[in-house]
């Protein structure tokens, strides 16, 4: 099976990590950031115009150190051992970093994460039409309805983003949720 898989809070825990930046860069306390579950990923309108000059200022100095989550490096290890093809599908462009490819792979390698592929890309879509993804697994609810409308099968990983989201997509909570299932599957199991 091709399995197309997001990183930032999918493969890793980026919500928590970047929250210090965004506090630093933005002038708040940890606190404030937590109590409004504001990181990365969900600038208050107010802060939106600052984005990408916050991303530029971060991204490549600090996301190869970004923790995986547990048992993540575990369980790519095994689905690669029992033939799957990992292809890492992130919407990491050069609008956001210097090398966007540089930055993901010394990530990918501090966390010990076995792939096959990397593709860097915005269009996720285009991405698992091109690799024949047969699964896809990523925490963005959006990214889950578009892949899933091609006929793809999807896991949505629960995240800061989307975790009080309603949806009628197949949830997994960690990594040894998605080997089981993986593991387990039969026809229309995912």
Request: one cysteine or more.
């Amino acid at each position: 099976m091709n399995i197309g898989i997001d990183i930032d809070d999918t493969l890793t825990n980026s919500f928590d990590y970047f929250q210090p930046y965004v506090a630093e860069y933005f002038n708040v306390s940890i606190d404030y950031l937590k109590k409004n579950n504001i990181s990365y990923s969900n600038f208050p309108d107010n802060w939106k115009k600052e984005e990408l000059n916050f991303f530029r200022t971060y991204y490549d100095k600090v996301v190869p150190f970004t923790p995986f989550k547990e048992n993540a490096s575990k369980v790519l290890n095994k689905l690669k051992e029992l033939g799957h093809k990992i292809i890492i599908i992130t919407g990491r462009t050069n609008d956001f970093y210097k090398d966007p490819y540089k930055t993901t792979r010394e990530e990918l390698q501090n966390g010990n994460i076995a792939y096959d592929k990397l593709i860097c890309t915005l269009d996720k879509v285009k991405a698992c039409k091109e690799e024949k993804i047969d699964l896809f697994i990523d925490d963005m609810i959006s990214n889950c309805e578009k892949v899933k409308a091609l006929g793809i099968k999807v896991l949505l990983f629960t995240s800061n983003e989307n975790d009080t989201k309603e949806t009628s997509l197949k949830r997994v909570d960690n990594w040894n949720e998605v080997v089981r299932i993986i593991s387990n599957n039969k026809e229309g199991a995912i």
